[in-house]
């Protein structure tokens, strides 16, 4: 089964934008080996041009900006545990906050300054995950990057890889056939249960 739904979108007078879909596949166990398992694959698909020069220092002084301003905030508390990922303008956040408000809350924080596109809210509502955790999203993290880089057709080094509770999210600009390949090397790798596709397409 595909769901869909749309995500508005600020208007952008330089580039032009397609439609924005999140769109949720189930992946069954027959399609993939069984040491793999059963695994979801999720789409947060944007269509648009390369990032430039520009664009990657501000994605990269957003992504500061963002850091800082979390950590200091009180109405989220040092509990609480929240990463952002940017490519151009797109902000992933990731991590756990306890409560929903807190949740509406940081992403209304990330909306607020100018160079935010769109957020991708992916918070959990949850307590903080423990140092095993966290160490196997670490290990998730490095066995998909190594999967691209040997994977045909996969351009690594446009690719980001953040994984959460076992939960990977691919962020980059790619082609069609670029992202349909990272997502294969992706769940190949034992221990992912998710894939989220965070992509923004050049060959539209």
């Known amino acids: 089964m595909i769901q869909s739904r749309r995500i508005q979108q600020k208007p952008l007078k330089t580039l032009l934008l397609g439609l924005v879909f999140i769109m949720t596949t189930q992946i069954l166990t027959a399609c993939v080996p069984l040491a793999i398992g059963t695994a979801t694959v999720t789409a947060v698909d944007l269509y648009m041009e390369r ?16 850091r800082r301003e979390y950590l200091g905030d009180e109405n989220l508390g040092n509990a609480v545990n929240i ?13 756990e906050v306890h409560n929903d408000e807190q949740r509406q809350y940081a992403e209304k924080l990330a909306r607020s300054y100018i160079d935010t596109r769109e957020v991708v809210n992916e918070l959990e509502l949850s307590g903080r995950t423990n140092m095993n955790s966290r160490a196997n999203d670490s290990y998730i993290t490095g066995k998909v990057k190594s999967k691209l880089v040997r994977a045909d057709g996969v351009p690594s080094t446009n690719i980001k890889v953040v994984t959460e509770r076992g939960k990977v999210y691919l962020l980059g600009l790619v082609t069609h056939p670029e992202a349909e390949a990272a997502v294969e090397a992706a769940r190949s790798v034992s221990g992912v249960t998710h894939i989220v596709k965070v992509f923004e397409y050049i060959d539209e």
Do not use: F, H, P
């Open 51 to 66: 990032r430039t020069v520009k664009q990657s220092v501000d994605d990269n002084t957003l992504e500061l900006q963002l």
């Open 83 to 95: 990463s952002t990922t940017i490519i151009n303008g797109i902000v992933l956040l990731t991590g």
